[in-house]
């Protein structure tokens, strides 16, 4: 049996069995085999270098933007409208067969933006070249999810699920667990909070299924069994993301602002230049992008010249004091925006 008919089959069970008491740890044992198949599904082709592997686009810029979206959402119209790159659009599916990129400029940043072939249900089980496409969007700093505004929510929650199956979570953080292997000793089992969403005999079922018997585990957040499997199999991406709708002007006003008011969305119509800007203020928000401008001693501040860096990026040297315009800060001095440095040895 092929991993993806054992994949079936385990999904298969999953539906059948009732959710209750007497068969959470079985569905606990069934969720864990399940997440080692779908690793298994897209590891080994990864390293061969076969359908795993992202598209071979050089990275550029401060930060790179990848785009997913089932077909025909309008990826590439926004490729073409929000760079100097175009990117071919048309009414039919598949337009685009590769990875396209082209760089956003916006207050002194580069910005790499990736339009990338509509993905299909079913694409990180090997359909179409969704592996590839999400391989790719895992190289990125910030995903868009492209949703056309006239079709379902639906489309919506299939996406996800497509990028929850090959390891992407997001909008989340990393489980706060502390988890660590050892080769004697057992299992020392710690929470600094009570766990309501799963429980240390589920737990210590799943570490059993994967024959981990010697290993400590710190649990410091009300996590649910998924996500303790997220962290024993390690290999997840927690990336931000934006649901961007696009196509507003096909849907009635009253849609719009409903899709609007959601949490992370932004709505736009790239063929009637809409909100486009806004949409661009949103990206480099999400990106906690920041600019500074450095200064040489006594001298004014190259403004036309800004380097980028990520919110949370500090500055270190070894011999170098660092001071911002007015005031002195150690070196460890976390970038604020629009920070101006001269960095100068004594
Ligand atoms: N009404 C409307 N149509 C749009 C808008 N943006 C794009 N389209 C149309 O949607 C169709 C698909 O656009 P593409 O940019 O090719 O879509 P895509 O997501 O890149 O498609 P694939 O590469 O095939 O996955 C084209 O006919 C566009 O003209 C929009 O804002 N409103
Ligand atoms: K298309
Ligand atoms: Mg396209």
């Not at 700093?141 to 996406?159: F, G």
């Amino acid at each position: 049996m092929g991993i993806i008919e054992k994949i079936k089959e385990i999904e298969e069970e999953m539906a059948r069995t009732q959710k209750n008491k007497a068969t959470e740890y079985h569905l606990g044992l069934l969720k864990a085999k399940l997440a080692r198949y779908r690793a298994q599904l897209l590891e080994p082709a990864a390293k061969s270098g076969g359908a795993g592997t992202g598209f071979d686009v050089q990275k550029s810029g401060d930060a790179r933007v990848a785009l997913i979206g089932f077909p025909s959402v309008g990826k590439s119209t926004l490729l073409s409208k929000a760079t100097h790159t175009a990117s071919e659009a048309a009414a039919y599916e598949f337009t685009t067969l590769t990875a396209i990129p082209g760089v956003i400029e916006y207050k002194g940043a580069r910005i790499q933006l990736l339009d990338l072939p509509g993905i299909v249900e079913g694409a990180s089980q090997g359909r179409g070249r969704g592996r590839q496409v999400v391989s790719t969007a895992k190289t990125a700093d910030l995903i868009l999810i492209m949703l056309d505004a006239t079709k379902s929510e639906e489309q919506k929650r299939l996406l996800e699920l497509e990028l929850d199956a090959v390891g992407i979570r997001l909008n989340k953080s990393k489980p706060d667990v502390v988890f660590k292997r050892k080769t004697t000793g057992g299992i020392t089992f710690n929470t600094t909070v009570k766990l309501t969403k799963t429980d240390e005999k589920t737990i210590r079922t799943i570490l059993a299924g994967y024959k981990l018997h010697n290993c400590d585990i710190m649990i410091r957040e009300d996590i649910t069994t998924d996500e303790f499997i997220d962290v024993l199999i390690g290999t997840r991406k927690y990336m931000p993301c934006l649901y961007v709708y696009n196509k507003i002007d096909s849907i009635s006003l009253e849609q719009v602002d409903k899709l609007a008011h959601r949490p992370k969305t932004v709505v736009i119509s790239c063929e009637m230049d809409l909100n486009l800007d806004y949409l661009i203020d949103r990206i480099w928000d999400e990106l906690s992008l920041v600019k500074i401008y450095t200064k040489k001693r006594g001298a004014q501040p190259d403004l036309s010249d800004p380097i980028c860096l990520r919110k949370g990026a500090t500055i270190e040297g070894k011999s170098s004091k660092f001071s911002p315009y007015a005031q002195k800060v150690s070196l460890s001095h976390q970038v604020q925006d629009e920070d101006v440095v001269s960095i100068f040895t004594k």
